[in-house]
């Protein structure tokens, strides 16, 4: 794979569905089925360049440079935790891109950052899906960054695209950088792609969308993908998960978990709620028994998570006593819980620690 530099005036192919590819081939004067070729280039033989999709004729291929470039970016630095996690910075100066904010945002740099995690038996990539984030969760260094702008389906995938350990990749999470419901067409678009067969080929069960719960999005997500999905809880009791999660004032846990209820999951899509564990503030008797009613009924599992320290920011790590004490009591009250191990804390990939606000 060769990757050049992007001029970028031109289109990304990158980020195309197979049929707007065929329609693009169309409308150059080439027959469909050569959208099915690019795609294939794209997307399974990892082109970097229109000039390395051999079997488009010579012509067809200049004629489409003209106007798009294949829109494949390797990541501009690396850093890498000793445990082996390697967090990965992609982007480059803005010019304006589709999806910048207007604005003098729209001038700042687009960098985000890509997490990839290698364990005993899988690897998983934690992509970004905004430059920043406008959510504001009071745990969340990238909450602190404020939103610049949703990334384009191409600059989302292509985090996963030019990674140098993709062939290496079991999972995708969009877990990163921003909320990926506040940029849902964009996300859509990527999962149709991540898992078609004329993308990138991963089964659903493989891909995960973490949301706070911004509702018209996961309504959005439910009925347009079967990927699965992690909602963000972190406390079962309106005020206090509302002092650490605005969304909270508009979108209430209990109408999210109503939704989740309802929408029909099938026996393989699974939902899980992730829940940073906070010294001495909710993880106390009170909150397992109101969490256990909140999502009875539902099929999920919970996972919870250490939290990462911040700055300027009033919360310790809960104890791993007190966390095996909580994840026991949850699993008394039958609901499946793990206590999901800290990965590149070092070099500032852990969950909560992506940011990328001093490159401005
Ligand atoms: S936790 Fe997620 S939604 Fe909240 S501020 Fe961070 S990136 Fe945004």
Redesign the pocket.
């Known amino acids: 794979m060769e990757i050049r530099s992007v001029d970028r005036s031109q289109v990304a192919l990158l980020g195309m569905t197979r049929d707007e590819l065929r329609k693009l081939s169309t409308a150059l004067g080439e027959k469909p089925y050569r959208g099915d070729q690019i795609a294939d280039w794209l997307y399974a033989k990892k082109a970097g360049s229109i000039d390395e999709m051999a079997n488009l004729p010579r012509e067809f291929r200049k004629k489409m440079s003209e106007q798009y470039e294949a829109g494949l970016k390797a990541p501009v630095s690396v850093a890498e935790s000793a445990d082996g996690t390697n967090k990965y910075l992609y982007g480059g100066p803005s010019g304006g891109a589709g999806g910048a904010l207007r604005g003098s945002a729209a001038e700042r740099p687009r960098y985000v950052e890509a997490a990839f995690i290698p364990e005993a038996r899988r690897a998983t990539l934690c992509l970004s899906t905004q430059i920043g984030?406008g959510?504001?969760?009071l745990f969340?260094m990238?909450?602190r960054q404020g939103l610049h702008g949703n990334l384009t389906a191409g600059e989302i995938l292509n985090q996963f695209a030019a990674l140098p350990e993709r062939d290496m990749v079991t999972n995708v999470v969009l877990m990163g950088?921003?909320?990926p419901l506040d940029n849902v067409d964009a996300v859509l678009r990527s999962l149709s792609i991540l898992t078609s067969d004329r993308g990138f080929g991963f089964g659903c069960r493989r891909v995960t969308v973490s949301t706070?719960g911004v509702l018209p999005g996961l309504e959005r997500l439910l009925r347009g993908s079967s990927c699965r999905i992690a909602i963000?809880l972190h406390s079962p009791f309106d005020e206090q998960r509302a002092s650490l999660?605005p969304v909270q004032r508009v979108c209430p846990i209990a109408e999210v978990v109503e939704l989740i209820r309802h929408a029909g999951l099938g026996k393989y899509r699974r939902v899980s709620f992730e829940y940073i564990v906070f010294r001495g503030l909710n993880h106390s008797r009170a909150h397992v028994n109101e969490i256990a009613r909140l999502l009875g009924g539902i099929r999920c599992r919970i996972n919870l998570i250490r939290f990462h320290r911040l700055p300027d920011v009033p919360f310790e790590a809960a104890d791993p006593a007190d966390m095996e004490e909580f994840r026991s009591a949850l699993e008394a009250k039958g609901i499946p819980t793990t206590i999901r191990l800290s990965r590149g804390e070092d070099v500032q990939a852990a969950c909560?620690l992506l940011s990328t606000k001093e490159l401005w």
Do not use: I, K, L, P
């Open positions: 984030c959510r504001g969760c969340c990238t909450g950088m921003g909320e706070v963000s999660m909560g």
